[in-house]
């Protein structure tokens, strides 16, 4: 076999010929021309991607044609403009606005396949679906396909800085060239716009959270309402991040007192301007009073209060506030977990409504393994958005291959108890739970100027698997790998199988050798670049590592029960009663909830130090297997990529080794014992792994260093 090298720019989106002969015949029968609805800007966008998708699959120029044809073809109309007939094949009843049919039909002998909707962005919905149907080698014949987002805005969050560096980013500086806007418009702009659309992806917030006034000045507004014109055919709605201090910073004001007359004036004459260039404008992601960002609290006032000043100031519009929740104080001598959930319950169904409050998948901050933001289950009438994190952080930046929708689907199939089983977070998020009105998913982007976009070539299936549980927060993990894998890799069976297999598994992996049982927070700190269990002398306490593993020669672990901080009762009864005994607690989140002698026996009959240490070497032996795996692969994939994976799981496997040698000699000073049989022996001491510093590690913020 022999393939086309492939750099990974095209993402899932690489319109190569289809190279099973069978399977081109039929489809190249089955779709002979198209007809299109005449129409704007996203039908024109529709025909491009049909000329260069349909065009490169069935490796042919697309013939367009009027409807009725006089062979098989591909009909792309909304519901009102198709012929009668048509229509009463079809229904369109349970659709909402981005919502499409895909639907083969036959008349007078001649097959029609259809993609209708109301809208034009439902029918580029569809398109994007058809070639990803065709690109599986699916089966057109008989199709009835109806699909509608169930959450109202998919979004990511950019977190990029106006110098282009990014915060968090670990695949090279931000796509959006400020210096060349509003005049040049890259060609990636226009890719990433495509991309987007095709895993339906309807919001985009361009600027770091830790913001900066000047992205509200004339001078940025004028190259964000380029990008908005360049994104608008496909459905995508900028937001921009509102630093509460703006009034002041770039208004000349002496306050930003949400309160102030002058104050809210100034923000309802920011809307008013953003307005009249970005007409379809999202609206603001705003962190306030959080990590040193300045807020409401600032002024004495309450995040309700700065939310909704600024919400009124969005309505005549009709955008949105986006509030974080993330927000802790060093002030607040509680539980770092238990903060946010008592700054915001209180005000449930206080918030105006369109206002969204951003949560955190968990309670701390983006680790390998949280139980759900207890907000969740607790704030039934304020519509909640959830908050995942694309960008490695946390999971090896965008070295590691850690497959992340397996870590979306465990926080969205999680229950809440909240209104009895089967409460999941996904029914919240989406709505179904209280009938929400507004409802969204937001995913920190992962996303830079590296040719393939994303770093590690799998780090696409993150963008990917985030946008496809966006649009359905109930889909699972393993059949979105599938989808992406064909339509990025091959359709191989064997390729297939054995890759999904190593995709899935390198959650748990990841889990096993940075933040076994449930330790949290062991990072290094600052750019949290590799282990730093050891660190403890930052000014803030909660910043430390020693403050979440609490390890002592007694013991190690969090006590998050009643005798601890109680961050249990935060969740329902039935959680707390599960989590907090010890019988009942899953061994996942054993140390998240917990703090247990060095000797407590686990289920396996093991102590929980030998424990931790088999845990730990599973992991590094989870991605030797990886390596093998992948090595197995190489008559599947092109030589650039499986070169580049194999690489990146070299480095992989060493970090793997670092953190568990690192984490298990430091946390032997206090237990004292011997490691289990079946830990391999450190590579190193443990004073060499302390005194490994990085002071140019990519991603970090630089007023934190
Ligand atoms: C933390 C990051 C920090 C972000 C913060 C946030 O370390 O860079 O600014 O989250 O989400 O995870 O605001």
Known sequence: MSFAMSNGYELWLNYDKI?????????????????????GATMEAIM?????GLGGLLDREIRFDS??????????????????????????????????????????GRGYLVITGKEDIGLLYGTFHLLRILKMHQTLEGLNLEESPKVDIRMLNHWDNLDRTIERGYSGFSIWNWQTLPDYIDQRYIDYARANASIGINATALTNVNANALILTPQYLEKVQALAEVFRPYGLKVYLTARFSAPMEIGGLETADPLDQEVIQWWKNKAAEIYKSIPDFGGFLVKANSEGQPGPQNYGRTHLDGTNMLADALTPYKGNVIWRAFVYSEHDAEDRAKQAYSEFVPDDGKYRDNVLIQVKNGPIDFQPREPFHPMFGAMPNTPLMMEFQITKEYLGFATHLVYLPKLFEEVLQSDTYQKGKGSTVAKMVDGSLNTKKLTGMAGVSNIGTDTNWTGHPFGQADWYGFGRLAWDPSMNSEAIADEWLRTTFSNDEEFIKSVKKMMLESREAVV??????????????????GPGPWVGNLSRPEWN???YHKADEDGIGFDRTKTGSNAL?????????KFGNLETCPEEYLLWFHHLPWDYQLKSGRTLWDGLGIKYQQGVDQV???INTWENMKPYVDEYRHNQVRMLL???????????????????????????KEMESPENTLEYYKSLKFPYAPGIRPQWD
Not at 569 to 577: D, L
Not at 663 to 671: A, E, G, P, V
């Open 67 to 108: 409807l009725p044809s006089s062979g098989n073809q591909l009909v792309v109309s909304k519901y009102g403009s198709l012929p009668k007939d048509f229509k009463e094949d079809i229904n369109i009843d349970y659709l909402n606005s981005e919502g499409y049919i895909i639907k083969h039909i036959k008349k007078s």
């Open 19 to 39: 190279s099973d002969d069978t399977v081109l015949k039929t489809y190249r029968n089955q779709l002979q021309s198209v007809f299109m609805e005449e129409g």
């Open 48 to 52: 491009m991607e049909l000329e260069m």
């Open 545 to 547: 590592p020693v403050y």
């Open 650 to 676: 070299g480095i992989q496997l060493k970090e793997a080794k670092w953190w568990r040698d690192a984490c298990m000699l430091y946390f032997q000073t206090f237990s004292k014992m011997d490691f289990p």
């Open 512 to 529: 096993n050798y940075m933040n076994p049982l449930g330790l949290h927070h062991i990072f290094d700190t600052s750019h949290h670049y």
């Open 624 to 626: 030797k297997q990886m």
């Open 569 to 577: 009762s935060q969740y329902a009864p039935a959680f707390e009663e």
